[in-house]
T-cell receptor, first 114, second 116 residues
Framework: SQQGEEDPQALSIQEGENATMNCSYK?????LQWYRQNSGRGLVHLIL???NEREKHSGRLRVTLDTSKKSSSLLITASRAADTASYFC??????????????WGLGTSLAVNP | EAQVTQNPRYLITVTGKKLTVTCSQN?????MSWYRQDPGLGLRQIYY???????DKGDVPEGYKVSRKEKRNFPLILESPSPNQTSLYFC???????????????FGDGTRLSIL
């Protein structure tokens, strides 16, 4: 069953602008993961944030997690045309955090215009 | 290079003709999983495996079989494919998070199946 919901479903911005995507979920989690999918390709892992973490950075990516609101956001700063892709959040509800059954959102489609 | 390899990448076939999609990873990962991706439905898990000889159903296992005889391989078998199994399929793998803490999944490039 799908519990992650990304918001917005689609986002179009100009190169150089920041892009923010949100993910909401319903049950308690061990961790939350963000992935990117270029058109027709496999998903690529971006960032994993554990339930006891509030913020993580990786290059131009910043992820926040608010477990009280059951939500996460992914910020891409200074976007580039190459960031054009779909972005998915996945939550791991297991106590062990072992990926047994990740729950995936439907994704945000990001278009970065040159 | 660390990778998850799926074959074939594309396949058009007919209803009822058994087919196998292979998945192989070279990262010594314990965990492997199969997903299908459909417009408006997102990624749905078909089967997963926590280690050799250990497999379990995901959310949409009907019409599919898997096996995990070796650590590196996790084939997906459609014994009697039907048109509703037309989809984009992904294999993924990861280290076990049980002792190491949560681990990211690595995905193959996908297999686009069309069942006529």
């Amino acid at each position: 069953s799908q519990q992650g919901e990304e918001d917005p479903q689609a986002l179009s911005i100009q190169e150089g602008e920041n892009a923010t995507m949100n993910c909401s979920y319903k049950t308690s989690i061990n961790n939350l993961q963000w992935y990117r999918q270029n058109s027709g390709r496999g998903l690529v892992h971006l960032i994993l944030i554990r339930s006891n973490e509030r913020e993580k950075h990786s290059g131009r990516l910043r992820v926040t997690l608010d477990t009280s609101k059951k939500s996460s956001s992914l910020l891409i700063t200074a976007s580039r045309a190459a960031d054009t892709a779909s972005y998915f959040c996945a939550t791991d509800p297991s106590n062990a955090g072992n990926n047994r059954k990740l729950i995936w959102g439907l994704g945000t489609s990001l278009a970065v215009n040159p | 290079e660390a990778q998850v390899t799926q074959n074939p990448r594309y396949l058009i076939t007919v209803t009822g003709k058994k087919l196998t999609v292979t998945c192989s990873q070279n990262m010594n990962h314990e965990y492997m999983s199969w997903y299908r991706q459909d417009p408006g439905l997102g990624l749905r898990q078909i089967y997963y495996s926590m280690n050799v000889e250990v497999t379990d159903k995901g959310d949409v296992p009907e019409g599919y079989k898997v096996s995990r005889k070796e650590k590196r391989n996790f084939p997906l078998i459609l014994e009697s494919p039907s048109p509703n199994q037309t989809s984009l399929y992904f294999c993924a793998s990861s280290l076990s998070g049980t002792d190491r803490g949560p681990q990211p999944q690595h995905f193959g490039d996908g297999t686009r199946l069309s069942i006529l």
